[in-house]
C-alpha cells in the first residue's frame, strides 16, 4: 500500500532553524492535513516523547512516518552508534514507525551556510568497506530493534553522486535500505529513475522532490553552499521542476511504503500550505499515472 507523507522542512528548516522559525507547528500540521497528507516525518519542533507527539498528531488525524538520524559510523562502530540512537529508536517505534532514515553525518557539510559543497568529503577507495560493514551491523541491530534503515544520500555528504550510491549499494548487505530521494540524486548528477530500476527490491522509502534546474546550475557555477541554494530556491514539491516523477515511480511497481513530499523552501517566497497542496495533487496523479491507484 503507498501512503503519501509530507516533511515539515517546506514550513520549518532543520539546519537554519531561523528560516520559518516563527511558524507554529499546530500550523503546519492542519495544513499538511488539509493539503491530503496522512503522516508526518519529524522536524525540530515535534516533542521527542511519543507520549508528548502522540496525541498531537492525533488530533490532525497524522501518524508519524520516520525521522532523520545522523549516523557517526566513521568515527564510531555499531553498538556505539545503538547506544547514541536510543532515544531516537524509541520514539519511532513508540510511534509505530516502519522505518528509520539515517545519513553518515560526521563530516558532512550540508549543516553549514559558508561551506561550499565543492568542500564535501569523499571517502578514499579504501574506506569504503569498513563504513559499509559498520552500516550494515547498525541497520541488522536495528531490524532486531523492529526498525528498517533506509539511507539517505544527501548533497554534501560522503553519498551525494550516482557512482557513491551505487558504491554504498555493492559494499553494504541486504539489511541496508536505500531511501530514494529524486531531489538529492538528480542534484548530485544521477538519474532517479535509473536509481529506482536498479535498487527496486532495496528501495523502502521514498522522498518526492523537485529540482529547479536554473536555481541548480547557479548553485553549481558559483559553488554555493547547501543552504544558500535551499534559499535560491533549488528544491521544489513534485512536478514543478525538472525531475520526472512518472519516469521514476513508474520503475517502482510493487512498491509498498510511504512517498513523501520533502522540498525544503523558503516560507516567505513559496507559501508552505500553497506548496503543500501543489505537491500532494501532483504527487497522487503522478502515482495514478504509474498504476499505483488510490
Request: net charge negative.
Amino acid at each position: 500500500m503507498i501512503r503519501i507523507g509530507a516533511n515539515p522542512i517546506g514550513w520549518s528548516n532543520d539546519d537554519m532553524l531561523e528560516v520559518g522559525g516563527n511558524i507554529p507547528l499546530e500550523q503546519c500540521l492542519s495544513e499538511a492535513r488539509a493539503a491530503g497528507f496522512v503522516g508526518m516525518e519529524l522536524g525540530n519542533k515535534f516533542p521527542r516523547q511519543a507520549s508528548r507527539l502522540r496525541p498531537i498528531l492525533e488530533a490532525h488525524d497524522l501518524v508519524l512516518v520516520s525521522g532523520w538520524y545522523s549516523c557517526a559510523l566513521l568515527v564510531r562502530d555499531a553498538a556505539a552508534e545503538m547506544t547514541a540512537a536510543r532515544p531516537h529508536i524509541d520514539l519511532l517505534k513508540g510511534m509505530g514507525s516502519a522505518v528509520m532514515i539515517v545519513a553518515e553525518t560526521s563530516n558532512a557539510v550540508h549543516s553549514s551556510r559558508t561551506t561550499p559543497l565543492s568542500a564535501r568529503p569523499l571517502l578514499a577507495h579504501g574506506e569504503w568497506r569498513p563504513f559499509a560493514a559498520r552500516l550494515t551491523e547498525f541497520a541488522k541491530r536495528l531490524a532486531g530493534a523492529g526498525l528498517t534503515l533506509v539511507y539517505h544520500h544527501h548533497m554534501g555528504t560522503i553519498v551525494q553522486s550516482e557512482a557513491e550510491i551505487d558504491r554504498l549499494m555493492e559494499e553494504s548487505g541486504d539489511a541496508v535500505y536505500l531511501l530514494l530521494d529524486t531531489g538529492h540524486a538528480t542534484w548530485g548528477g544521477g538519474d532517479p529513475a535509473r536509481l529506482a530500476r536498479h535498487y527496486k527490491s532495496r528501495i523502502a522509502h521514498v522522498h518526492c522532490k523537485d529540482v529547479r534546474e536554473q536555481a541548480m546550475w547557479e548553485a553549481n557555477r558559483k559553488d554555493w553552499s547547501f543552504g544558500q541554494s535551499v534559499l535560491a530556491g533549488v528544491f521544489t514539491v513534485p512536478g514543478d521542476g525538472q525531475v520526472d516523477f512518472p519516469a521514476v515511480l513508474g520503475q517502482l511497481g510493487g512498491y509498498s511504503g510511504w512517498v513523501v513530499v520533502e522540498a525544503e523552501q523558503d516560507p516567505e517566497k513559496a507559501n508552505p500550505a500553497e506548496y503543500a497542496k501543489m505537491g500532494y495533487a501532483n504527487l497522487r496523479r503522478f502515482l495514478d499515472t504509474a498504476g499505483f491507484g488510490a
